[in-house]
């Protein structure tokens, strides 16, 4: 069973008022009488908060030049961030409008631009994406820019991933990186001693064989993979608003994933689960009440924080 988490990011910018889109030739769109009225008066000429300026975006998604920043808006709109709690907040109708048509506006233009693109017959990761996809495989941590290891990623037409641009040293290169990097992850059992490597489905029947699953709780956490936004430094940075959470046995009642995320892994869309409820929910499989307090001197300390057990997981 997995459980996602949601935190609500404490980044808040203003929306808010008189719009003069850049980008002439472009017909009016369904969405703009919603940023007139609660976007450009804080992101537009008179001022410009969050060094944002709605009305100089462009609006050619074909190109997608600014598709990030239109993305980034709809994500503050749509988690209630923007406009700010000082201004007038627009009705759940209008969000749901502006938020669809953005959204398809957006999504049309991918679309366009992956069908113009040719194809590319090689490809490959650069140093930054070999570096995080290691990390997220095998949980090793390998520094691709120390002396000797991989080459400086190579630029052919402003791209630095096309793998037709890879020379014999490049391949050579990559082997030996593969080599250290599987060294790392299983590391040669020592002369005389059995290796054992332990699965945690093997584990989990094995247990189930002896009776003694509904004894046990077999907890696993991890991030919930990486974003699809590239971070300055050229790779993916880590989640913030969901986790990949796993509990087996303990006697809990299970059916498979419990939590769902929208297509980017940035909102919770059905049955978010705070870190306290997660707590709480372990607590529970293994007889703890949650709702006790520890104590640190004569100041109570809350075991989960006043989470609350799942209860789907317990019926």
């Not at 002369?191 to 004894?215: N, P, Q, S, V, Y």
């Not at 705070?274 to 703890?288: E, K, M, R, Y």
Request: net charge negative; aromatic share 10%.
């Amino acid at each position: 069973m997995t459980f996602w988490f949601r935190f609500r990011s404490s980044f808040a910018a203003a929306l808010t008022a008189s719009l003069a889109f850049a980008g002439a030739g472009f017909a009016a769109e369904p969405y703009d009488t919603f940023l007139e009225t609660h976007c450009i008066k804080c992101h537009g000429p008179e001022k410009e908060k969050g060094d944002l300026r709605i009305d100089q975006l462009s609006r050619d998604f074909k190109v997608g030049a600014d598709t990030h920043h239109w993305a980034e808006v709809i994500e503050q709109v749509n988690s209630g961030e923007m406009p700010p709690k000082k201004e007038k907040k627009p009705a759940q109708e209008e969000i749901a409008a502006f938020v669809t048509s953005l959204d398809a506006r957006i999504k049309e233009g991918r679309a366009a631009r992956m069908a113009a693109r040719p194809a590319v017959a090689h490809y490959r990761l650069s140093r930054k994406e070999y570096q995080n996809t290691v990390y997220d495989l095998l949980g090793v941590r390998y520094d691709p820019a120390k002396p000797g290891e991989l080459n400086e990623d190579t630029l052919w037409h402003g791209f630095e991933r096309i793998g037709s641009e890879l020379s014999p040293s490049h391949v050579d290169r990559y082997y030996r990186a593969a080599e250290l990097v599987l060294e790392r992850a299983f590391p040669a059992a020592a002369a005389g001693e059995a290796r054992k490597l332990c699965k945690t489905g093997a584990e989990i029947r094995d247990l189930e064989a002896k009776k003694l699953l509904d004894k046990t709780l077999i907890v696993i956490t991890t991030e919930f993979g990486r974003p699809p936004e590239f971070d300055s430094g050229g790779g993916h940075c880590h989640q913030g608003s969901a986790f990949t959470c796993v509990l087996a046995g303990g006697g809990l009642r299970h059916c498979g994933a419990w939590g769902e995320t929208d297509e980017l892994s940035k909102e919770i869309v059905a049955n978010p689960v705070s870190v306290p409820d997660f707590f709480a929910t372990i607590c529970a499989a293994l007889g703890v009440d949650y709702r006790k307090n520890l104590y640190d001197g004569d100041r109570p300390v809350p075991i989960t924080d006043q989470g609350s057990p799942i209860a789907a997981r317990f019926a």
